[in-house]
């Protein structure tokens, strides 16, 4: 039989059990009650992203600042069950001030008419009441029970419709505060630190939308105007350009007459002094009929069809066979060039410029021509290249500016194929540069949108023409 001691010993064994016991059923109870309150924690937090999402996926899908706001009043207003959310707005003449808009979210317009008509009435200084000291301190602010609030201007008002609990918030922008959203809720509420944080960046986050919305509304004014403004200037051009060319007619018509009347019975001098009249005259008919061709590229661009370089090259060749044989050049067209997105006319014009420019500066050797292509995305980049001497890098920005020449001789051209050759590119969402060294021949480079990823097939005749030896001097381009 157990002695004493043993009894004694028992008995405090199982007080120590019953001691650890307790102590564990402690420390769980404690874990349970640090894991519930962490749950709430992530519930709560979960919330307010979800809240935040709401608002700035509502925004983000908006067009106008108005829509922005209002989209925000919506969400926050459903998502809180306030039956009342404004819009506060910087007075147009005194941004201190701080004036009510027209942006309302009613649960009930009859219920809140009395509580919409006295905030109509209010102007709010910056610091003064709600409103006011969420703009002087940029942060949100919750009043617990606003007909208690011996500071707020609607308090009666508030009061008489039902509304207790209040929240503002600032929308910052660029400029500082550029609206204060307020909600009222039929209950008093207890803000947490952690609602106040959301706040806070949906009021960053709709200043950055209302900003991005405000900057594109005002670009696209902009490029209204200019286009406004380009139309007229096109239009004035061709007008000047027209009208100048009537009187020229006739300085011409003129000076031919003189020649046909009078060549070789007046000073021996004179027939050389009205040819060269009548050769400025007619480089100058040249210069404006160039340059009408030129306005009339800054017109609004027509409708972009489905377009074949192919056919237009092999045109722009047939139509240059004979100045391709008495130079003696080789060209080529690769057989397999894309269907583009374009207007025919202008590719025409662009086609013609280049090659036009390739037969006209040369080097000794006899011209050889090429038209290449390579994909590039939804582009197509075409090449244009020649054996000439080449471009010094140096020159290669001018080449492409309206009256831009490298050489100073009067059959070289008038400066005007590649401003042309680039207007019709851009205006084909596409560009246009040069890559040439001296001795090394030139390579004009632009990209046109691609029709579709079917290319078309190679048509036939599409080669070389013959070649006969032609000298030239620098290839200095239009």
């Known amino acids: 039989m157990p002695g004493e001691g043993d009894l004694v010993r028992l008995k405090k064994l199982l007080e120590r059990e019953s001691h650890l016991r307790g102590e564990a059923e402690s420390m769980s109870a404690a874990a349970l009650r640090g894991l519930q309150q962490k749950y709430a924690e992530l519930v709560h937090a979960n919330a307010q992203l979800d809240l935040f999402h709401r608002v700035a996926t509502a925004a983000n899908a908006a067009t106008t600042p108005a ?18 959310g404004h819009v506060f707005l910087p007075d147009a003449h005194d941004p201190r001030v701080f004036v009510p808009s027209d942006w309302w979210q009613l649960a009930d317009p009859a219920k809140y008419a009395e509580f919409r008509r006295e905030t109509m009435a209010v102007t709010v200084m910056r610091g003064r009441g709600l409103v006011g000291r969420v703009v002087e ?38 400029g500082g505060v550029s609206a204060v959203l307020e909600f009222f ?30 900057a594109e509304a005002q670009m696209k004014e902009k490029d209204a105007e200019l286009a406004h403004q380009l139309m007229e200037i096109q239009h004035l051009a061709t007008l000047s350009a027209h009208d100048l060319q009537e009187p020229l007619r006739m300085v011409v018509s003129y000076l031919e007459l003189l020649q046909r009347r009078f060549s070789g019975r007046l000073d021996p001098g004179a027939d050389e002094y009205i040819a060269f009249a009548t050769g400025g005259a007619l480089r100058m008919k040249g210069l404006l009929g160039d340059f009408l061709t030129y306005a009339r590229l800054w017109a609004p661009p027509s409708r972009h069809d489905t377009v074949s370089p192919q056919e237009i090259a092999q045109q722009v060749v047939a139509r240059s066979s004979h100045r391709i044989r008495a130079a003696g050049a080789e060209v080529t067209v690769a057989p397999d060039l894309p269907l583009v997105r374009g207007e025919r006319a202008e590719l025409a014009e662009l086609l013609d410029a280049l090659f036009d420019n390739a037969l006209k500066f040369r080097g000794d050797a006899p011209p050889v021509i090429a038209l290449t292509w390579e994909r590039r995305g939804p582009q197509a980049v075409f090449t244009l290249k020649d054996n000439g001497p080449g ?12 009256f831009r020449r490298l050489h100073r ?38 990209t046109l949108p691609l029709a579709s990823e079917t290319r078309r097939e190679p048509a036939p005749g599409t080669g070389s023409s013959p070649a006969a030896p032609a000298a030239g001097p620098d290839p200095l381009k239009d």
């Open 409 to 446: 001789e009067e059959d070289r051209g008038r400066g005007l194929g590649l401003a042309k050759s680039r207007r019709i590119v851009e205006r084909h969402g596409g560009r246009i540069w040069v890559e040439s060294s001296p001795g090394q021949g030139t390579a004009i480079r632009f």
């Open 185 to 214: 809720a039929d209950q008093p509420r207890e803000p947490s630190r952690r609602q106040l944080e959301t706040f806070a960046f949906i009021g960053i986050h709709l200043g950055r939308v209302a900003d991005l919305l405000a």
């Open 137 to 174: 301190s940029r942060r949100p602010e919750w009043l617990l029970d606003v007909p208690v609030e011996a500071q707020f201007q609607r308090a009666a008002a508030a009061a008489r419709c039902g509304l207790r609990g209040a929240l503002a918030f600032p929308v910052i922008s660029r």
């Open 67 to 84: 829509e922005v706001f209002m989209a925000a009043l919506e969400t926050i207003s459903r998502h809180f069950a306030c039956p009342v």
């Open 391 to 402: 471009i010094d890098p140096k020159f290669h920005d001018n080449l492409f500016w309206l």
